[in-house]
C-alpha cells in the first residue's frame, strides 16, 4: 500500500518559515522523482517545487525561488520543503508528490499525499 504522509504544516507570521515532510512507504521512493504542490481556497492545484530521484536536479516555480528549497533523504524515504520569509498568499494545503515509473516506455504513475495545511498570517 502505498502511502505519502505530510507534516509540518501550522500557523506562522508573515516572514516565519516551516518545513514540511513527506514520508514514503509502499513504492521505490529512491527511483521516484517528488514534488510540492499547493492548492488554495477557490484555486487549482499548482507547482510548487520538483526534486529528481537522487536529488541532483531542482525545479521551482517563480513564485517561490529564492525562498523555498526542496530536498530529500533516500535512507529515510523523505522528502523535506524548507520555506522561509513566508507570505500570507502562500497560505494553501501542501500536498507531496511522488512518480513512479510503471514500465520501460516511460508510463508513469503520481502518488498524492493528504496534504498539510500553511496558513501564513499578515
Known amino acids: 500500500q502505498v502511502q505519502l504522509v505530510e507534516s509540518g504544516g501550522g500557523l506562522v507570521q508573515a516572514g516565519g518559515s516551516l518545513r514540511l515532510s513527506c514520508a514514503a512507504s509502499?513504492?521505490?521512493?529512491?527511483?521516484?522523482?517528488s514534488g510540492w504542490f499547493r492548492q488554495a481556497p477557490g484555486k487549482e492545484r499548482e507547482f510548487v517545487a520538483a526534486?529528481?530521484?537522487?536529488?541532483?536536479?531542482?525545479v521551482y516555480a517563480d513564485s517561490v525561488q529564492g525562498r523555498f528549497t526542496i530536498s530529500r533523504d533516500n535512507a529515510k524515504n523523505t522528502a523535506y520543503l524548507q520555506m522561509n520569509s513566508l507570505k500570507p498568499e502562500n497560505t494553501a494545503a501542501y500536498y507531496c508528490?511522488?512518480?513512479?515509473?510503471?514500465?520501460?516506455?516511460?508510463?508513469?504513475?503520481?502518488?498524492w499525499g493528504q496534504g498539510t495545511q500553511v496558513t501564513v498570517s499578515s
Open positions: 508528490n511522488a512518480r513512479v515509473v510503471v514500465n520501460i516506455e516511460g508510463a508513469y504513475r503520481d502518488y
Open positions: 509502499g513504492l521505490p521512493f529512491r527511483i521516484s522523482p
Open positions: 526534486i529528481s530521484a537522487g536529488g541532483g536536479y531542482t
